[in-house]
């Protein structure tokens, strides 16, 4: 089901180099399974530069073993 819902912002400032690791936190739905969330990286300076990525997630049942935090790179 596609909510149109936005869960998270996060601004960043300059990047120096050719990386940069960034953390968001968002909340995840009470209803368990497969989602796929989409992450829009918008640039303001640079036209051409904007990117969006679908992440697919499984929400499970939480417990102390299953709260990590997950890296997702993009390349």
Same mark, same amino acid.
């Given at each position: 089901?596609? $909510? ?14 050719? $990386?940069?690791?960034? $953390? ?17 990286? =918008? ?20 417990? =102390? ?11």
């Amino acid at each position: 089901m596609d $909510s149109g819902e936005l869960l998270a912002v996060k601004r960043m400032g300059q990047v120096r180099g050719s $990386s940069s690791t960034v $953390s968001l936190s968002f909340y995840t739905p009470e209803d368990l399974g497969r989602r796929i969330y989409t992450v829009y990286l =918008i640039n303001d300076a640079y036209l051409g530069m904007d990117q969006q990525y679908n992440v697919p997630l499984e929400i499970i049942e939480a417990d =102390i073993s299953s709260q990590v935090n997950t890296e997702v790179n993009f390349e």
